[in-house]
């Protein structure tokens, strides 16, 4: 009879074999998702693996839908304090993202939860429904000194479900009523539903958006960044947020090496194409469980590159698959990450990309009134 097994372990620091290895969850149960399979979180007393015992009743197993929990957070607002990130704050409106992004850095926060980084993350959501008027209270409380809001560094707050929930549009309500500026990162052309309330944030300096483009490839971006917008809607929209008026950049990441490395020029010509004159790019990153899904990925997909893409990545992060130190996570070290740093630098001087710097101002923030509170008789 087809079940669950559970093996009892100890806690460990993460193997150097995939700890799915022979794990991988059915291609018809997983289609359109990412993650090869569906491992338990590393803070779990038991792993559970399907297995079939011979009467193939694992094949009766329903496929991976998506579900959506409420997230019944009490604070919207997330604060860091790193040294290589440009923000203080920011906002997740989910947890999990439906695009399922093989490579999300994001991916090892649903094991907190109790679940998989690997399926889990992209099929049992959860929702801020609540955020907005979180977000208020927040921005209202006495001695609050506004700075720029991040959204989109976690998780895509314009991933598929945000079509039928709507919270980022209300989010981004809040933030316009207060005057107070936002940075987006998304690879969603979704973010063209919103071009109103952006436009008019963009006329007082208020709203900076940036558009992941990983690859050109349709073939690549498929299996890679499954349920996300196709490369040509996110050029698209790019080219409408300019034509709109929205400080617009592009972010190449991550830079796999190997894989899609050797589109850098290709993919920064394209977003030239569209009137973005901004670029940044990331180094992929393999923290915790990314690294066991993503050599999975690998062997799947690239068979015959997985040792040589490992291999590259090691040598970009000081023998390791995965360095974690400040000032050098983005980029990596080493020969190979300083010619992709400057063959990235190169492709923008001759595209003339980052000649100017992008700036919010937070001389229109006030604080938003509570709900209870009456407008003030003379304003």
């Known amino acids: 009879m087809s079940g669950s097994s559970a093996l009892r372990r100890p806690p460990a620091p993460l193997p150097s074999a995939p700890a799915g290895e022979g794990t991988a969850v059915d291609r018809e149960r997983r289609r359109g998702r990412g993650a090869q399979s569906n491992a338990s979180g590393r803070y779990e007393p038991v792993a559970r693996v399907a297995l079939d015992d011979g009467w193939q009743n694992i094949d009766d197993l329903p496929p991976f839908q998506t579900s959506v929990t409420v997230d019944a957070t009490r604070k919207i607002i997330t604060r860091n304090d790193s040294p290589d990130l440009s923000f203080d704050r920011s906002i997740n409106p989910y947890r999990g993202c439906e695009h399922g992004c093989v490579y999300c850095f994001a991916r090892p926060t649903h094991a907190y939860l109790g679940l998989s980084p690997g399926l889990d993350f992209e099929s049992k959501l959860f929702m801020k429904p609540n955020a907005p008027e979180l977000l208020e209270r927040e921005l209202s409380a006495p001695g609050y000194v506004p700075k720029v809001i991040a959204i989109g560094t976690n998780t895509d707050p314009y991933q598929p479900i945000e079509r039928r929930h709507q919270i980022m549009r209300r989010i981004l309500e809040v933030l316009e009523r207060a005057g107070h500026p936002v940075g987006i990162v998304t690879k969603s052309a979704l973010v063209l539903r919103d071009l109103d309330i952006l436009a008019r944030m963009a006329s007082s300096d208020l709203v900076k958006v940036a558009i992941s483009v990983t690859t050109l490839d349709a073939k690549l971006a498929r299996i890679m960044e499954p349920r996300a917008s196709t490369p040509p809607r996110r050029l698209e929209a790019l080219r409408q947020l300019v034509r709109a008026g929205v400080p617009t950049s592009t972010l190449v990441a991550p830079v796999i090496p190997a894989i899609n490395d050797a589109e850098i020029e290709r993919i920064l010509e394209a977003v030239a194409a569209t009137g973005v004159r901004h670029a940044g790019y990331v180094l992929l990153r393999l923290p915790l469980e990314v690294r066991d899904l993503f050599r999975e990925w690998l062997m799947a997909n690239f068979p015959d590159r997985h040792r040589h893409v490992f291999k590259l990545i090691r040598d970009m992060r000081g023998g390791k698959d995965y360095d974690s130190s400040f000032g050098t996570r983005m980029t990596g070290s080493g020969p190979i990450a300083w010619m992709i740093g400057r063959r990235f630098e190169v492709a923008c001087e001759r595209l003339g990309f980052n ?25």
């Not at 992008?358 to 304003?379: C, I, M, N, Y």
């Open 355 to 379: 000649a100017t710097s992008v700036k919010t101002t937070t001389e229109h923030f006030r604080p938003p009134l509570p709900a209870t509170e009456q407008l003030s008789l003379f304003g």
